[in-house]
Structures are given as C-alpha cells and as structure tokens.
C-alpha cells in the first residue's frame, strides 16, 4: 500500500511537466468575410490567460495545447471562439471574422395611423429633447436686444472693427453646436456593481495593457490596478455605455502613472 502511495505521488509532477511542455505555436491569419485587412486584432488563449495582437498583414503567434480555446476580438465585429484541435499545430489558422450589425432602435409609435402618410408623418417628429432645443436656439436668436443699437454714425477719430460680427456669430454656433452635442450623447450615470464588474472585464478584454504587464505585475495586480483606476477616474460611470478604446486606454495610462507613483514596481 505505501509503494503504491509513493509511485502516485511521483506521478503527479510528471504528468504536470508533460502538459506543461506540451505548449506549442499557434499560427494563422485574420481577416473580415470579404478577406478585407481589419487588424489589429485582440487574440486571446481563454485556457492560459495569454493574449496578442495581430499584426499589420493580419498574422498573429501565440502559445497553446490541444483543447485550449482562442477568443477573437474586434470592436465592430462578432467575437470569435475557436477550439485548438491536433491538425490545427500543422497548418496556419485561417480566421474570418464577422461584421456586427448596426441595430437601428426601437420606434413605439404611441397614436393610431390613419393610412394617410402625409397626415401620418407630421405626428412622427424629432424627439421633444432636440425639438425644445431648436426652439430656444430659435427664440434666442429672434429675441430682442438686451441692449439698444447705436446710430449710424461713426465717430472719425475711430477704427471700426469689420470681425467684431463675425466673432459673436462664431460663438453663438459653438454654443449651438455644445447644446446639440449635450442632447444627444448617452446621459452619464452611476454604475452599479454588475455594471462595473462587466466594464472592468471588457477593459481586460479589449484594452492592450502591455503598458501594465511589462512591469511584471500578474493579473491579480492588474485587477487591483483596474479596480484603483475605475475609483479614482469614475471610468465605468463615464464609458460604460459609451466605450471607446482610445479613450479608456488614455484614461489608464493616465490612472497607472499617478498608481506606480505610490507603489514599487519591477524594472521594464
């Protein structure tokens, strides 16, 4: 009975080694169904936590075994799962990815048609946010004159400035422009806890945190990290419903060079 203990539990680093060195290349090429250029393109080895961008041609290299799972992830596009097979370690992978459709909102129409289009349409207008801004802008600009206009006349001593209208016009656009822009971007609010927790695994996701992982930190840093970066820049309440990668990568390199400020790092 011991000798049988004993050989199992020489078995068991043996076994751990052998799946250990059975880590090999995976190749292959990414492109959109119409073999149009996309990348770079995020690739991820979902077994081992192992990530990569393709490169320009749309070529990309990344450790795996057999039975191991790739994830495939683009903004724009459908995310691809591909589950790594013995033949797959022979020959280039061939990944195409699938343009996401663009969902067109829901309209509720909250009167009974008539059948009449013409009559029909004039009840379908723009939404009462925008059709209230128009009709300020509108009001603002045929209001009357908080002040009086002076005569014609104009004094010899004095130069006229011929742009002082041109200005004033410039800026009544710029405030036009702000207030349409303000109506009709996503209204900020706060995160929940699932929400947070779902904009932080997009992060992780779609985000390229080498910046992060050349200081050496492991995901249970970088998770710490992100957690610092959402608290102290409120990320997940301003771009979680509004994700925009450049973005959000500015705001975490913003965020981790005031983090590795406070804390010790290992060398790049």
Known sequence: MRTYIKQSLY???????????????????????????????????????????????????????????????????????????????????????????????????????????????????????????????EDYIKGPLNEPLPDNSISKTFKPDYTAGQVSLLGVLDAAVGLFRKATQPEITKANYTETQEFLRRVKLEIDLEFIRKYGMDEEQIDHFLVYANDSRSMAKKFRKNFKIDVVEYELKVAFAEYKKTRKLGSI
């Open 11 to 137: 078995a068991v680093p043996f076994f751990v080694s052998a799946e250990l060195f059975s880590q090999q290349q995976i190749t292959g090429f990414i492109t959109d169904s119409g073999r149009e250029n996309i990348n770079p393109v995020l690739v991820i080895n979902v077994s081992s936590l192992k990530s990569t961008l393709s490169d320009p041609s749309g070529k990309f290299t990344i450790e795996a075994s057999e039975n191991n799972e790739l994830r495939f992830v683009k903004e724009g596009y459908y995310r691809l799962d591909k589950k790594i097979g013995k033949d797959d370690f022979s020959s280039p992978l061939m990944i195409s990815l699938a343009k996401a459709e663009i969902e067109i909102p829901e309209v509720k129409i909250t009167f009974k048609p008539t059948g009449n289009l013409e009559r029909d349409s004039k009840k379908l207008g723009e939404s009462r946010k925008l059709t209230a801004l128009k009709s300020d802008l």
